[in-house]
């Protein structure tokens, strides 16, 4: 079992920035990916920003340039700073691993992003 911990949400004015940190409990060295998902009210989740084995960084096209995802694998982290923030990107943003082939999820943390 993998437990995944996000946090840094909050509430922050539109062009402001937020860095969510996700906190892994086992070895991220191993994961065959990674990576920031979110879901909107009444809207389905969907990809943030991942890493994949074999395949490599992958943004959602609403978050190229602003947004950037990075990792420390000493300190089993994944992170998501999310500079230039729009109102649309209000939502609930989760935390994935795969490991296995098997996905895990953190709790989510809510970003709001007020005009």
């Known amino acids: 079992q993998v437990q995944l911990v996000e946090s840094g949400g909050g509430l922050v004015q539109a062009g402001g920035s937020l860095r969510l940190s996700c906190a892994a409990s086992?070895?991220?060295?191993?994961?065959?990916?990674m990576g920031w998902y979110r879901q909107a009210p009444g809207k389905q989740r969907e990809p943030v920003a991942t890493?994949?084995?074999?395949?490599?960084?992958v943004y959602a096209d609403s978050v190229k340039g602003r947004f950037t995802i990075s990792r420390d694998n000493a300190k089993n982290m994944v992170f998501l700073l999310m500079n230039s923030l729009k109102p649309e990107d209000t939502a609930v943003y989760y935390c994935?691993?795969?490991?296995?082939?098997?996905?895990?999820w953190g709790q989510g943390t809510q970003v709001t992003v007020s005009s």
């Open positions: 086992r070895s991220i060295d191993s994961a065959n990916g």
């Open positions: 890493f994949t084995k074999g395949v490599g960084t």
């Open positions: 994935n691993a795969v490991f296995l082939y098997r996905n895990y």
